[in-house]
């Protein structure tokens, strides 16, 4: 079992909230060159870099001043995050970018709340 402690993420330094979810995935990266023989159905591939880090998180957020507070951190092109590199155990940071944020609201009242929102955080 690995404590929340090991694997905090942190943004420029400042802590994110703890998520609801959280996976991490390492992919290739593949040059444009690599392409799949019609004919047999093979793989050729150029693969120009691997293990590159990706960091799925979801949040059952109530507060919309915190989806912007988070919101607000992810905005930069680039950034440092600080977190578990699951290869050594150990804390590290890595440069990364933030794509694919998503928000699911839902009105109530006069008020409009956050059913949940996710985001990918990506190695550069």
């Excluded at 093979?42 to 293990?51: Q, S, W």
């Excluded at 919101?71 to 950034?79: Q, V």
């Excluded at 794509?99 to 990918?120: C, H, R, W």
Aim: glycine letters at 4%.
């Amino acid at each position: 079992m690995v404590d929340y402690e090991q694997i905090k993420i942190k943004i420029n330094g400042a802590i994110l909230p703890a998520p609801t979810t959280w996976q991490m995935s390492y992919e290739d990266l593949d040059s444009e060159d690599s392409l799949r023989d019609v004919k047999h159905g093979v793989m050729h591939r150029m693969r120009i870099r691997n293990d590159v880090l990706k960091i799925s998180l979801g949040y059952t957020l109530e507060d919309m001043e915190i989806v912007s507070q988070v919101m607000r951190m992810l905005s930069p092109a680039e950034f440092t995050v600080e977190t578990l590199d699951i290869k050594t155990l150990q804390r590290k940071s890595f440069t990364m970018f933030c794509n694919k944020k998503k928000l699911k609201a839902i009105p109530v009242g006069n008020g409009i709340y956050s059913q949940g929102y996710s985001f990918d955080l990506t190695e550069c």
